[in-house]
Each structure stands twice: as C-alpha cells, then as structure tokens.
T-cell receptor
Framework: DAKTTQPTSMDCAEGRAANLPCNHS???????VYWYRQIHSQGPQYIIH???NNETNEMASLIITEDRKSSTLILPHATLRDTAVYYC??????????FGTGTRLQVFP | DTAVSQTPKYLVTQMGNDKSIKCEQN?????MYWYKQDSKKFLKIMFS???????INETVPNRFSPKSPDKAHLNLHINSLELGDSAVYFC??????????FGQGTRLTVV
C-alpha cells in the first residue's frame, strides 16, 4: 500500500548530479515526503524529508512541486558509494514507515 | 558507537527450532520496530513498540513474538521456525515522529 511511484532503475555517471523522481499524487495535507536509501547488504538509511518547502542537508536536496504531487531527490555529485535502492515514502509524522519497491540507482565510473 | 545494534548478524538454524534476535538502541528513542526483508527485497513492517507497548502488529504469524524489556531493547523471538521465515530482519528506532535509524540486519536462514 505504498503511496508513491518511482522508476525501477536509473543510471548516473560519477560526479554528475543524480535526480531521482517520485510521484505522490494522492498525498494529503499533513503527510511528509521522506527519502531513505539501502546500500547493498546494509540497513536502510534516512536521507531527508520535507513537507512543502525545498530542503537541503549534507547528503541531498529535496525539491517538492508546488502542488506537492511529486518530488525529486537530488544527489549533487554522485559517487560510486551512492549506488543503492532509493525509497520515496509519504507518511504522516507519526505514521508507520511503509517501503515500496524504490529506484535502484547505479552510479558508474 | 553503533546507534542500533542487532545480534546475531547471521543465524542458520533448522526447521522447528526456536530462536531469538536481539536489538538495542542507544539513541534514547521511544519507538522501536522490526522489519522483514524477503528474498525479493521487499521491506515489510512487522511490529512497532512505543515505550514498551505494542503499537503495530501487522499480519504476522503468532510464532513471532516481540519482547521489549525496556525502551532501549526490542527482541524478536520466533518459535517453530519454517523455511519461509528465511529473510533479513531489521530492527529500527525513532522518536515518535521523525526519521528512523536501522540496524545492520540479521540474516536468518532456516534449513
């Protein structure tokens, strides 16, 4: 019952920006957009989240459209270590975290 | 210091056995979770505890019983293990609202 749609896979050249899209057309007013990633054989790792404003931290930037129906996670300078499955998750602040199938990002040299 | 730690990292056991996986977090969080990731890589929530009380119990066989002796620990006990229980089990913790921190996982193999 994931509420988001993401491409199955994407490629990105090392050093270039990786832009990962996510559609969440049924998002409600009190729901946040969260991004996590899972590097092979590791536990999921929180990246960033936002409500309606764009957000930036040391890992990534999150751009949310004005109507909030879609968003883009930006890794400004992808490295090989960014190869992972990226999950876009929509949830209320105290709701459980439900993972979809995510986008498998492959960063190549 | 590891924020969320699980033991063991690997567990191989025979069908029918009973086993436990331990989880501890040193973040002072009040909510802890167990997730299961199967061979197809789907991550599914199993249980959630808030301040030692069960909050979420997804459709999980009652052979799986979580136990929270205190806020910092959430252990998972599994009775009568079956082949289909083979998976990677992740423990996580969070404040009631906010980002979740995950352990490194326990790879359970039932033979």
């Amino acid at each position: 019952d994931a509420k988001t749609t993401q491409p199955t896979s994407m490629d990105c050249a090392e050093g270039r920006a990786a832009n990962l899209p996510c559609n969440h057309s049924t998002i409600s007013g009190n729901e946040y957009v969260y991004w996590y990633r899972q590097i092979h054989s590791q536990g999921p790792q929180y990246i960033i989240h936002g409500l309606k404003n764009n957000e930036t931290n040391e890992m990534a930037s999150l751009i949310i459209t004005e109507d909030r129906k879609s968003s883009t996670l930006i890794l400004p300078h992808a490295t090989l270590r960014d190869t992972a499955v990226y999950y876009c998750i929509v949830k209320g602040h105290t709701d459980k975290l439900i993972f979809g199938t995510g986008t498998r990002l492959q960063v190549f040299p | 210091d590891t924020a969320v730690s699980q033991t063991p990292k690997y567990l191989v056991t025979q069908m029918g056995n009973d086993k436990s996986i331990k989880c501890e977090q040193n973040l002072g969080h009040d909510t802890m979770y167990w997730y299961k990731q199967d061979s197809k890589k789907f991550l599914k929530i199993m249980f959630s505890y808030n301040n030692k009380e069960l909050i979420i119990n997804e459709t999980v066989p009652n052979r799986f019983s979580p136990k929270s002796p205190d806020k910092a620990h959430l252990n998972l006990h599994i009775n009568s293990l079956e082949l289909g229980d083979s998976a990677v089990y992740f423990c996580a913790s969070s404040l009631e609202s906010g980002e979740a921190f995950f352990g490194q996982g326990t790879r359970l193999t039932v033979v």
